[in-house]
């Protein structure tokens, strides 16, 4: 008699239980770091900060007449912002930074803009009442200063506020991104706080199309290069300090490594710990694969479990199945215009040939194109609470009503040969198919 194991799949603020058939069933989730204690992590992110990679100390790079922008991830990212900001708060106070120079700035790219309570939540309460917490706007072309073009001849408008300042802080974490490689470093400039047609460029269909704009890539991965690139003619824009503090989490959002000092080197240092901790190596493609999108905030909506999805499809067979447990509480979302491309197309293939039309630019348009992408591999069936079946069969995928279910059917469909790879923490895990 077959046995089952019991397997919980990150969902929302908790956890989805399922049970799949041991001798069928491979699980794979990121190695696992024991992080930072929290009762020692002040001391720890202080530590870094004192003695960063490539790059002089915080306190002795910066000085009481300095103004400071400060840059943090929005609330789509679970990231614990209110833990890492006391310590450099502390440091800029010894260097004699008064309050009034600094600005936190919420790089929302083209996300929705976060309220005062979700931005007091971010930070904490005590640094929202005492500094300025502003989020980026990318509609507001005023906003932004046009600085010149890329070698691949796009456009970069950047947040004028951050031009302003004489230290630039990149907060945030590493973590393989589904295009860009790993977030975090670069990202949180551009498109963190780019204008909307700076970002559009940044993500259109050519770089999106380009085979190393994938999981785990930067160098060699033509996307990053353009994000680079425009980052460069940010720093170039103005003499200013420019200072790295990004962090790798586990799954109980404990900090498991602090990477700081040098944009580059300490990026660089980051995304080869995390790629060592989160990339798992298989040997063989499988028939089903069984997703969850991180959970909250991460399975907020439907256009960020496209991560999801391209983390499962990265290990099913062509013509397999892909099945996502998401929450999406915040629907498609309502903002932007994801929905809207995804209504303009009834196949993958019609949705690819729009936006790989002559002139093409809508706002999402990458997500689309990434969904697209990964349909044409394999077949999409959803659970989720957030949306109705009508709302996700209008995206071209299946709503189910029970993962369990649906992969045992599937099982059965495909013959007793067949197996599933379930990835409990989502896009936390990017698995791939190597020898």
Request: hydrophobic share 40%; charged share 20%.
């Amino acid at each position: 008699m077959t046995m089952n194991m019991n397997i919980n799949l990150a969902y929302g603020s908790g956890r989805l239980p399922i049970q799949l058939p041991s001798d069928r069933t491979t699980v794979i989730e990121p190695g696992y770091v024991t992080g930072i204690a929290r009762d020692r992590e002040f001391q720890a992110l202080t530590d870094a900060l004192c003695n960063p990679i490539a790059h002089a100390p915080l306190r002795d790079s910066v000085t009481r007449t300095d103004t400071v922008a400060i840059l943090i991830c929005d609330i789509t990212r679970a990231i614990p912002t209110a833990r890492i900001l006391p310590p450099l708060l502390s440091e800029l106070e010894r260097a004699g930074v008064p309050d009034q120079n600094i600005v936190i700035l919420n790089a929302t790219g083209t996300h929705r803009i976060n309220s005062d309570d979700e931005l007091r939540a971010m930070v904490g309460a005590e640094i929202f009442a005492r500094l300025r917490v502003e989020n980026h706007e990318c509609h507001d072309q005023t906003a932004h200063q046009l600085l010149g073009v890329t070698r691949g001849g796009r456009s970069v408008r950047v947040d004028s506020r951050l031009l302003d300042a004489s230290v630039r802080i990149m907060t945030g974490f590493i973590e393989p991104h589904f295009f860009a490689g790993f977030s975090g470093g670069p990202k949180m400039i551009v498109p963190g706080l780019a204008s909307l047609d700076t970002i559009m460029q940044m993500h259109d269909a050519a770089l999106i199309g380009q085979a190393n704009a994938r999981w785990g890539i930067t160098h060699g991965n033509p996307l990053w290069q353009e994000l680079r690139d425009a980052v460069d003619l940010v720093f170039a824009a103005r003499p200013a300090v420019n200072f790295n503090y990004n962090i790798t989490l586990n799954r109980d959002l404990d900090i498991t490594g602090i990477f700081c000092g040098e944009l580059d080197a300490s990026h660089d240092a980051g995304c080869a710990f995390a790629r060592e901790v989160a990339m798992q190596r298989v040997s063989e493609p499988f028939d089903i694969v069984v997703t969850s999108n991180s959970g909250y905030p991460l399975d907020l909506n439907l256009y960020q479990t496209v991560k999801g999805m391209s983390a499962a499809a990265q290990v099913v067979k062509q013509d397999g199945a892909i099945v996502v447990a998401s929450e999406c509480r915040e629907g498609f979302p309502a903002h932007g215009k994801y929905r809207a491309l995804l209504a303009k197309g009834s196949t993958p293939d019609e949705w690819l040939h729009m936006i790989h039309a002559h002139d093409f630019a809508q706002h999402d348009q990458w997500q689309v194109q990434m969904q697209a992408q990964i349909q044409k591999k394999a077949q999409v069936y959803l659970y989720t609470d957030g949306l109705t079946a009508e709302d996700v069969r209008s995206a071209q995928i299946t709503p189910i009503r029970s993962v369990e279910n649906t992969v045992m059917n599937l099982l059965a469909e495909r013959g007793k040969n067949s197996r599933v790879c379930v990835l409990p923490e989502g896009p936390q895990t990017i698995p791939y198919v190597g020898h």
